[in-house]
C-alpha cells in the first residue's frame, strides 16, 4: 500500500484523480497499475521532513492505480472513504496507517445522481460554447461518469481551497453532498459568466471604438463627396477643418490650430472673437507645413539664368555659383546668408529673383525698412486688438512654400523702440542653429525657417548693428559706369520697357547717343533705376504714336526726347575749370552712390574761432580742426591770421555722416590754399583722411567715388597710397578717364596742386 499525502487536490471516493509520477517517487511502495494507495490530505504545504502524526486530516479515501501515462502521469481509481486510526512516521518519513472503513450514507437515487449529472454537463456545455476551446472542453467533461469525477476534473480550474476540498469529503450524506457539489459548480459557472461578462464588456467597448472610427472615416468620406457636389454649401468652419487635415502642420501647430477651431465652432459667427479665430485659421491653413526636397541645380544653367536677367555684376553673379555649388554638395536649401550693400537701383533686389528663378523656387521679398519694433518681424500676440503676423511669416505665406530665396529688403533702415529690438528678433531668423523653430507671436507655434534662402540688402553697412552684420557675407554692387549703363539700357530696359507697353519689336528706334543722354541728362544715380523709369515714359509715350500710325518707327530724337520725358535734363555738375583760393573739390560717398563736393573755406572777422556749417556740421569738426591745426604747423607765419579771424568752413549735404573723415585732405587742401591765397585747380579731386602728422590714411567706397568724378569729368583724383588695390574693383574705363594719383602725405597733395613745399619751407624758414 502506498500512502500520498495530497494538498489542494480534490480527492473524492469513485473519482479519478491524477498525480504527476514524481509525486510518487518519494513514496516507498511499488508504483505499478492495480498496486493500492491510500490519499490523505495534509493540513498545510509541509514537505515530508517535516511530517507530524498530526499534520494530516483523520478522514482519507483509498485507491487503484489504475494507468500510468508515458507522459509522467498516474492514475488513480478513487474508492471509498475511510478514517484514520492511527499514524505514524517512519524514520524514512514514510508513512504508516491503521485505518477503517467510513462510507458515506448513501440517501440520493442512482436515477436522481444521473439526472443531476446530465443538468450539470448541460450547463457546462452551453457554457464552454461560448469558448474557441469550448469543443474540447465538452469531451474532457463528457468522459466522466459521476459528479465526483466532474468535480475532481474541474477542480483543477476551480478556485477552492485545500480546506473546501476536505470539506466535501467530511459530509456524510451523499445527498448533500451532491447539493455542496453542484453549489460550486454553479457557482464557479456564475463566476466565469460574470468575469467573461466582463471580459465581454471590455471586447465591446473596443469593437464600439472601432465602430466609431469606421463611422467617422465614412462620415468624412462622405462629407467630402457632399462637399464636392456642392461646394458653395461648405462652411468655413468645414473647409478649415479640411485644410487643417491635408496642411501637414506639426504636432504643436495642428494642436494649436484645433483648437482655435473649436473656439470658432463654440463661438458661432456673431461673437467678437470671430474675426480674429478666422483670421488665424486662414493664415495658419495657408501657409506651407510641407518641407521639399533639396533638387540639385545645374551649375551652368544657373549661370545662364543670372546672365540673362542682369548684364554685369561678374564678381556677385560668381558668388552666387559658389553658394549653389555648395548647396549641391551639401544637399542643402540654404547657406552662408548674403548681404548685397550698395547703392539704389544697382539690381540688389532683382539679382534676388533671379537667383531664385536659377534655382527653380519660389521668390519672397520682405522690406524692412522702417521696422521699429520687434513685432515687426515677429508679429503680435494675439491677445492684441487688430494682431497680425511679422513680415518674416507674411512672407512666407505670400511665398507658398516653406523653402523660397527671400530677399529681406533695406536691413540698414530697421530701427529700435521700447518695443524691442527687431535686429535681435532678425538674428534669430537668420541663425541657422535658431531659425527651424521660430516663433512668430501670433502664430504661437513654431515654423522650419532653416530651409528658406536669405539674402538681405543695404545700401550701407553703417546703421546694421554689428551682431546682425556679423552673420552675413557682404558682397558690394559699385554702380555702373555710363558705358555699363548704356549696355544695360539696350539689353535689358529697353526691351522689357518695351514688352511690358507691347511694343513690337523693331518699331522703335534709339541711337546709343540718345541712350546716353538720357543717363547723363536725365538721370543722376549710379544704379538704372531713374534709367528704367525713363525707358518706361519713353515706350508709353512710343505706344500712343505706333498705335495711332502703326507702321511707322518711333524715331528717338533729342526734341522728342525731351517731349517725352517731360523734365528738363538734371543739370549735371561739371566740375568749373576756376575755383577761388579756399575751394577744393572733394570726392565724397553716399548710400546713393558717390558724389563730388566742394569745400569752401573763408576768413571773416573774428578771434580764430572754427565755424563750420552743412549737414556734416557736428561730424566735420573733429576733422576740421585737425586740418586746422595741420595747417597751422605747417605755415607758422600765417599764426597770427588765423588768431584774428574766424575760418568759416562750408561743406555741402551729401557725404554720409560715416564719410565725413574722408574729408580730411580736402579739407586741409582747402585751408592751405586760402592761407597761401593759392587756388587750386578744381580737376584735382581728392580724397582720404589725414592725421595730426599730415599721413594720409586709407577710406572706402574708393569705386563709388571715382565713378562719380569720372560722370563730373574730374582729370586728377588723389587716393590715399593704401587704397590702391581697391583700383582692381574700378571699371577701366573709369580709370582710363582718370589719372589717379595715390598719396601717403598731404605734402604730396599740396605739392601737386601748386602750394609747394618750397612755398611752405620758406614760409617755415621765415617763421
Ligand atoms: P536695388 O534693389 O539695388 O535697389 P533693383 O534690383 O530694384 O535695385 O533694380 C532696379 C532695376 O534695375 C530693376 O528693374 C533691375 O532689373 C534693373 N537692373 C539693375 N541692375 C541691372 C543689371 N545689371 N542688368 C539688368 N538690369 C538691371
Same mark, same amino acid.
Given at each position: 500500500m502506498i500512502v500520498v499525502p495530497v494538498y489542494n487536490k480534490m480527492i473524492l471516493p469513485y473519482s479519478r484523480i491524477y498525480f504527476r509520477t514524481d509525486e510518487f517517487k518519494s513514496l516507498s511502495g511499488r508504483v505499478a497499475i492495480g498496486e493500492k494507495v491510500v490519499m490523505l490530505v495534509k493540513k498545510e504545504d509541509i514537505p515530508k521532513e517535516e511530517y507530524k502524526e498530526d499534520s494530516f486530516y483523520p478522514l482519507a479515501v483509498t485507491g487503484n492505480i489504475s494507468s500510468i501515462s508515458a507522459e509522467g502521469y498516474v492514475e488513480v481509481m478513487a474508492g471509498e472513504r475511510v478514517y484514520i486510526d492511527d499514524v505514524s512516521i517512519n524514520q524514512d518519513y514514510s508513512i504508516e496507517l491503521s485505518i477503517r472503513r467510513n462510507p458515506v450514507t448513501i440517501d440520493i437515487s442512482e436515477e436522481l445522481r444521473s439526472k443531476k449529472l446530465e443538468q450539470i454537463r448541460r450547463e457546462m456545455n452551453e457554457y464552454v460554447s461560448n469558448y474557441s476551446w469550448g469543443q474540447s472542453a465538452k469531451a474532457f467533461i463528457s468522459q466522466f461518469n459521476s459528479l465526483e469525477e466532474t468535480v475532481c476534473a474541474m477542480s483543477i480550474w476551480m478556485t477552492i481551497s485545500n480546506e473546501e476540498q476536505y470539506s466535501l469529503l467530511e459530509i456524510d450524506s451523499l445527498k448533500k453532498r451532491t447539493e455542496e457539489i453542484e453549489r460550486m459548480l454553479y457557482e464557479y459557472i456564475e463566476v466565469a459568466k460574470v468575469s467573461s461578462d466582463a471580459s465581454f464588456a471590455q471586447q465591446e467597448e473596443y469593437q464600439n471604438m472601432y465602430k466609431e472610427s469606421a463611422i467617422k472615416k465614412q462620415m468624412e468620406y462622405l462629407q467630402k463627396e457632399l462637399d464636392e457636389l456642392h461646394p458653395e454649401k461648405v462652411t468655413d468652419v468645414r473647409k478649415f477643418e479640411m485644410k487643417i487635415d491635408n496642411a501637414g502642420m506639426n504636432e504643436t501647430a495642428e494642436a494649436e490650430a484645433r483648437k482655435v477651431l473649436n473656439r470658432l465652432k463654440q463661438e458661432g459667427s456673431h461673437s467678437s472673437e470671430t474675426g480674429m479665430l478666422y483670421d488665424y485659421l486662414d493664415f495658419v491653413t495657408s501657409l506651407s507645413w510641407k518641407s521639399e526636397d533639396p533638387k540639385n541645380i545645374d551649375l551652368d544653367f544657373a549661370s545662364k539664368i543670372l546672365d540673362e536677367d542682369h548684364f554685369g555684376l561678374k564678381k556677385v553673379k560668381k558668388r552666387i555659383i559658389q553658394q549653389i555649388a555648395v548647396m549641391n554638395l551639401k544637399k542643402k536649401q540654404s547657406g552662408s546668408i548674403l548681404l548685397f550693400v550698395g547703392a539704389p537701383g544697382t539690381g540688389k533686389t532683382s539679382i534676388g529673383k533671379s537667383i531664385a528663378r536659377a534655382l527653380g523656387r519660389e521668390y519672397s521679398r520682405v522690406s524692412l525698412g522702417g521696422a521699429r519694433d520687434e513685432a515687426d518681424i515677429r508679429g503680435h500676440r494675439r491677445t492684441y486688438i487688430g494682431a497680425m503676423p511679422g513680415r518674416i511669416m507674411d512672407g512666407i505665406q505670400k511665398s507658398g512654400v516653406s523653402n523660397p530665396v527671400m530677399v529681406l529688403d533695406e536691413v540698414d533702415k530697421i530701427g529700435a523702440s521700447y518695443h524691442g529690438d527687431p535686429a535681435s528678433a532678425l538674428l534669430e531668423v537668420l541663425d541657422p542653429e535658431q531659425n527651424h523653430t521660430f516663433t512668430d507671436h501670433y502664430m504661437n507655434v513654431p515654423y522650419d525657417l532653416s530651409d528658406v534662402f536669405f539674402i538681405c540688402t543695404a545700401n550701407t553697412t553703417d546703421t546694421i548693428p554689428g551682431p546682425l552684420l556679423d552673420r552675413m557675407e557682404v558682397i558690394h554692387f559699385e554702380g555702373y559706369t555710363p558705358l555699363e549703363k548704356l549696355s544695360i539700357a539696350k539689353e535689358h530696359l529697353l526691351p522689357k520697357a518695351m514688352e511690358k507697353m507691347g511694343i513690337p519689336e523693331g518699331k522703335i528706334s534709339i541711337s546709343d547717343d540718345m541712350i546716353n543722354k538720357i543717363i547723363s541728362e536725365y538721370t543722376r544715380e549710379a544704379g538704372v533705376r531713374g534709367?528704367?523709369?525713363?525707358?518706361?515714359? =519713353?515706350?508709353?509715350?512710343?505706344?500712343?504714336?505706333?498705335?495711332?500710325?502703326?507702321?511707322?518707327?518711333?524715331?528717338?530724337?533729342?526734341?522728342? =526726347?525731351?517731349?517725352? #520725358?517731360?523734365?528738363?535734363?538734371?543739370?549735371?555738375?561739371?566740375? @568749373?575749370?576756376?575755383?577761388?583760393? $579756399?575751394?577744393?573739390? +572733394?570726392?565724397?560717398?553716399?548710400?546713393?552712390? +558717390?558724389?563730388?563736393?566742394?569745400?569752401?573755406?573763408?576768413?571773416?572777422?573774428?578771434?580764430?574761432?572754427?565755424?563750420?556749417? $552743412?549737414? #556734416?556740421?557736428?561730424?566735420?569738426?573733429?576733422?576740421?580742426?585737425?586740418?586746422?591745426?595741420?595747417?597751422?604747423?605747417?605755415? @607758422?607765419?600765417?599764426?597770427?591770421?588765423?588768431?584774428?579771424?574766424?575760418?568759416?568752413?562750408?561743406? @555741402?549735404?551729401?557725404?554720409?555722416?560715416?564719410?565725413?573723415?574722408?574729408? $580730411?585732405?580736402?579739407?586741409?587742401?582747402?585751408?592751405?590754399?586760402?592761407?597761401?591765397?593759392?587756388?587750386?585747380?578744381?580737376?584735382?579731386?581728392?580724397?582720404?583722411?589725414?592725421? #595730426?602728422?599730415?599721413?594720409?590714411? @586709407?577710406? +572706402? +567706397?574708393?569705386?563709388?567715388?571715382?565713378?562719380?568724378?569720372?560722370?563730373?569729368?574730374?582729370?586728377?583724383?588723389?587716393?590715399?597710397?593704401?587704397?590702391?588695390?581697391?583700383?582692381?574693383?574700378?571699371a577701366k574705363e573709369v580709370l582710363d578717364q582718370i589719372n589717379v594719383i595715390p598719396v601717403s602725405n598731404v605734402e604730396e597733395v599740396l605739392k601737386k596742386v601748386g602750394i609747394t613745399t618750397d612755398d611752405m619751407q620758406r614760409d617755415t624758414d621765415a617763421a
Open positions: 534709367l528704367r523709369k525713363r525707358m518706361d515714359t =519713353l515706350c508709353r509715350g512710343a505706344a500712343v504714336e505706333i498705335a495711332k500710325e502703326p507702321e511707322n518707327v518711333f524715331e528717338v530724337t533729342e526734341d522728342r =526726347l525731351r517731349d517725352e #520725358l517731360d523734365m528738363r535734363p538734371v543739370h549735371r555738375e561739371k566740375v @568749373p575749370e576756376k575755383q577761388k583760393s $579756399g575751394v577744393v573739390t +572733394g570726392l565724397a560717398w553716399t548710400s546713393a552712390g +558717390g558724389e563730388i563736393l566742394y569745400i569752401e573755406t573763408v576768413f571773416t572777422k573774428g578771434k580764430g574761432n572754427i565755424i563750420i556749417t $552743412g549737414q #556734416l556740421g557736428d561730424v566735420m569738426k573733429e576733422s576740421a580742426q585737425i586740418a586746422v591745426s595741420l595747417v597751422k604747423t605747417m605755415f @607758422p607765419d600765417k599764426a597770427d591770421v588765423f588768431e584774428k579771424n574766424d575760418i568759416h568752413i562750408h561743406v @555741402p549735404e551729401g557725404a554720409v555722416p560715416k564719410d565725413g573723415p574722408s574729408a $580730411g585732405i580736402t579739407l586741409t587742401t582747402a585751408i592751405a590754399s586760402l592761407v597761401t591765397d593759392k587756388a587750386v585747380d578744381p580737376h584735382f579731386a581728392m580724397t582720404g583722411e589725414v592725421s #595730426l602728422r599730415g599721413v594720409v590714411t @586709407p577710406i +572706402g +567706397g574708393l569705386p563709388e567715388k571715382l565713378m562719380a568724378a569720372q560722370r563730373a569729368g574730374v582729370k586728377n583724383a588723389f587716393i590715399p597710397k593704401e587704397n590702391e588695390d581697391d583700383l582692381r574693383d574700378v
